[in-house]
């Protein structure tokens, strides 16, 4: 796949190095990857694995215990804010926004990085506005207040906001979490075409394994702050794996139509919920 | 975003309109009324003898100038606040700064020298610095580091804690407890204008630190980790937020001593008519807590002449029904 993107013609490369990462005590411990660009990576495991707590380091969130996040090569965190922010982007899980921002206010604020005291509001600024707010598909709700949306529609604005930042690197958060299947499935195919249609590299955190499994190029499973296996989803995507890494009992198949994946949980065994 | 900047700039302009008259109203009325002519020509042709000219020049005009720097700097303090800790009732009463700069000033004048009114402004501010800096440690110190919730937790027990230690003083000595009313309601009664210079290069720092700061604000307004998504350094913008509203809220009190409920009260009304993006919010508390504290020195002169209420205690009887009024027509 070409690199060319309307930003920079320059592949990006975000890697970690012996990453422990943790509060009081680790949760991640000793995390090597290396994200590959223009494609899907999306982080699966139980709950308390690590994972929202790797995707918060690599988002600069949290700090790294020991070890490093590398962006290009430099560690991110010694990096200035506002430059980091104009090639990797966050959308955490469960953003509230203040109340009375219209959405178009809100998927505005996706520009501060791109601005400062003396260069306010401009017309790339107003591009990039117009232009998020096509790609998420909200340019109708623009005037509308947050407050006033569907979980699914008010999601959709969170990733506009974000899209307006313009960066190569987008983390997601579990964005689909609450939402009706329907609407994860909408999510997940407008994120799909901005790895696959527009070059972005996205980092996504996501509980919904058949989900996981059908939108993934890069799968990375991780149990007990570790990485446990890591690959394409036909590489990773078994029942050995399943079972190692959520303690879970199932079936693995493949949808003849699609190819993808799908893990059918088994209903009778005792299947045990890895803490 | 066009479309809401052409009402928000016009909004600018009807809000100086309201300044204006406001501070033409505050000059003309008080126990005299003074007609509009005489008073225009106070500022072009100020005449010595003229007692009516006096009166405007020597006397309301600091008073007014004071109130439109004060009103305008407690708006502001409380909009960052609120916008940081994302706590709707956040104002500088909150971190305490306001009994703890009574509190400075009280025991000030009784241990140290009852004498020199002088320091008191100065003693007033450091209170309140000091306050700020107990309460922010606290909050610091709990786990989870600075969140609303530990703020405004330790925050309200220092404030109790203080107001306790301000009432245990009110009954073993009386006496000093009732020249020293103006710090502890809050008035503009005692306005000077030498004060006024001494604190003017700080209000204009904190005002213009506001108005830069104003658009991380709003980033911050949607959670931290939104906020460094976008590129903030949150420890360091957080400091130099508090530092702002220390500065404001200092000068503020040195001015005219603790005046409550105007930080709290402006920044909502505000928001319920321009929205939720600081970079508009900052420059309209900055209009309207100048407006709001003229119009309320006004009534304090004016409604039982002649004498007067302390102007802390109409701030409050008009703030508490209008944030009534408020969280009525807000519900969510």
């Known amino acids: 796949m070409s690199l060319t993107n309307q930003q920079t013609a320059l592949p990006i490369s975000l890697t970690t190095h012996d990453l422990v990462v943790g509060y009081s005590m680790p949760v991640v411990k000793g995390v090597d990857l290396t994200i590959q660009p223009g494609k899907i990576s999306i982080l699966i495991g139980s709950n308390g694995c690590g994972k929202s707590t790797l995707l918060k380091c690599l988002a600069r969130v949290l700090p790294p215990i020991s070890g490093q996040v590398l962006l290009n090569g430099k560690a991110i965190h010694q990096q200035p804010a506002k430059k980091v922010a104009k090639m990797m982007a966050l959308l955490p899980q469960g953003p509230i926004a203040p109340e009375g921002l219209s959405v178009k206010e809100l998927v505005s604020q996706g520009r501060y990085p791109h601005q400062s005291f003396l260069k306010q509001w401009s017309k790339e600024d107003e591009q990039a506005v117009e232009q998020a707010m096509q790609q998420a598909n909200v340019e109708m709700l623009a005037d509308r207040s947050i407050a006033d949306l569907s979980g699914g529609q008010r999601q959709r604005c969170w990733i506009a906001m974000v899209l307006a930042q313009q960066t190569d690197i987008i983390l997601l958060d579990e964005p689909t979490t609450y939402l009706d299947l329907k609407v994860q499935v909408d999510l997940l195919n407008l994120l799909s075409d901005l790895a696959h249609q527009h070059q972005r590299t996205l980092v996504i955190v996501l509980h919904e394994l058949n989900l996981a499994a059908t939108y993934a190029d890069h799968l990375i499973m991780m149990k007990e702050g570790k990485v446990y296996a890591q690959g394409t989803p036909d590489q990773v995507f078994n029942a050995d794996n399943l079972q190692a890494v959520f303690g879970l009992t199932a079936k693995v198949m493949k949808d003849p139509d699609s190819d993808a994946l799908l893990c059918i949980p088994m209903t009778q065994q005792s299947s045990q919920v890895a803490s | ?332």
């Not at chain 2, 009324?33 to 008073?39: A, T, V």
């Not at chain 2, 004060?70 to 971190?95: E, F, I, K």
């Not at chain 2, 913008?237 to 508090?242: I, P, S, T």
């Not at chain 2, 009534?299 to 508490?320: D, K, S, Y």
């Open chain 2, 1 to 332: 975003m066009t479309r809401s900047k052409w009402l928000s700039w016009s909004g600018i302009l009807i809000m100086l309109g309201l300044l204006l008259f406001a501070f033409i109203w505050h000059l003309s009325i008080g126990t005299k009324i003074i007609p509009i002519d005489e008073l225009i020509q106070s500022f072009y042709a100020y005449n010595q003898d003229n007692f009516n000219h006096l009166i405007i020049q020597e006397l309301r005009l600091p008073r007014a100038l004071i109130a439109i720097c004060v009103g305008a700097c407690l708006a502001v303090s409380g909009a960052l606040m609120q916008g940081v800790t994302r706590n709707p009732l956040a104002d500088p009463g909150l971190l305490g700064m306001l009994t703890g700069a009574a509190l400075g000033v009280v025991y000030w004048s009784t241990f140290v020298s009852s004498a020199s009114l002088v320091w008191l402004p100065l003693v007033a501010a450091i209170g309140a610095l000091i306050s700020a800096i107990i309460v922010w440690s606290i909050a610091s110190r709990v786990t989870g580091g600075i969140t609303p919730l530990s703020l405004i937790l330790s925050g309200s027990a220092f404030t109790a804690f203080t107001g306790a230690l301000l009432a245990i003083h009110h009954l073993l000595d009386q006496h000093t407890f009732e020249e020293m009313r103006t710090w502890l309601v809050g008035s503009l009664l005692a306005s000077n204008l030498a004060t006024l210079y001494w604190c003017l290069p700080w209000i204009i720092i904190g005002l213009v630190a506001a108005i830069m700061l104003a658009p991380s604000v709003t980033a911050l307004s949607m959670g931290e980790e939104v906020a460094t998504g976008l590129g903030i350094n949150i420890p360091r913008r957080k400091w130099q937020l508090l530092t702002c509203v220390v500065i404001l809220t200092s000068v503020s009190v040195a001015l005219a001593g603790p005046l409550g409920f105007i930080g709290l009260v402006i920044p909502h009304v505000v928001r319920f008519w321009v929205g939720a993006d600081y970079r508009w919010i900052i420059p309209y508390c900055i209009l309207l807590g100048a407006v709001y504290l003229l119009f309320v020195d006004t009534l304090a002169r004016w409604l039982i002449q002649p004498h007067e209420i302390a102007t802390g205690l109409i701030t409050i009887l008009i703030g508490a029904p209008l944030f009534i009024w408020l969280v009525k027509v807000r519900v969510r």
